[in-house]
């Protein structure tokens, strides 16, 4: 058993709704401790970079738009299967094609406003993670 840690974003469209409790609710109830949390207002370059992978997407633009146009909850969780764990309880980046019972089938609004962010493995949540936190704000 091996304890990860990964990195979640709540998006613009849930700080929006005021859903940052119900999100971190069914995180929590997915076996996932919060172990880091702060509420920012991402500048376009942090979004820029945060998202430089997807740069040459067609919706690089509109994405990094929508994660400036409000406050995000940005997150460092922790658990067993941390990374997987996470991505099961997010549920599919459309919320159409996402389980009942994942966040992004109960609560997202469309696949751009899909209420959060999980990193895709250990090593980019390794990288998320740095992006937004120093070591002494994460208290496991
Ligand atoms: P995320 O990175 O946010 O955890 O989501 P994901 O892995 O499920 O999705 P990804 O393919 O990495 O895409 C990142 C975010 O870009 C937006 N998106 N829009 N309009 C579109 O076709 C489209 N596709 C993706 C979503 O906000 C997605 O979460
Ligand atoms: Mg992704």
């Known amino acids: 058993m091996t304890t990860e840690r990964t990195f979640s974003i709540i998006k613009p469209d849930a700080t929006r709704r005021n859903l940052t409790g119900a999100v971190t609710k ?3 109830a997915a076996g996932l401790r919060v172990v880091a949390s702060k ?6 370059e942090q979004a820029e970079g ?3 992978v997807h740069k040459e997407r067609p919706f690089f633009g509109e ?3 929508f994660m400036i146009s409000g406050p995000v909850v940005v ?3 922790e658990g067993e299967n941390a990374m997987a764990r996470n991505r099961e309880v997010m549920g599919a980046t459309n919320p159409a094609n996402a389980e009942p019972g994942t966040i992004r089938k109960e609560l ?3 696949i751009e406003a899909n209420t959060v962010h999980g990193s895709d493995s250990l090593e980019n949540a390794a990288t998320e993670i740095a992006y937004f936190f120093k070591p002494e704000e994460i208290v496991g």
């Open 63 to 65: 994405l990094v738009s």
């Open 75 to 77: 997150q460092v969780l």
């Open 26 to 28: 069914m995180l929590e």
């Open 50 to 52: 945060f998202y430089a």
């Open 108 to 110: 997202a609004e469309s």
């Open 39 to 44: 509420r920012i207002h991402m500048t376009q």
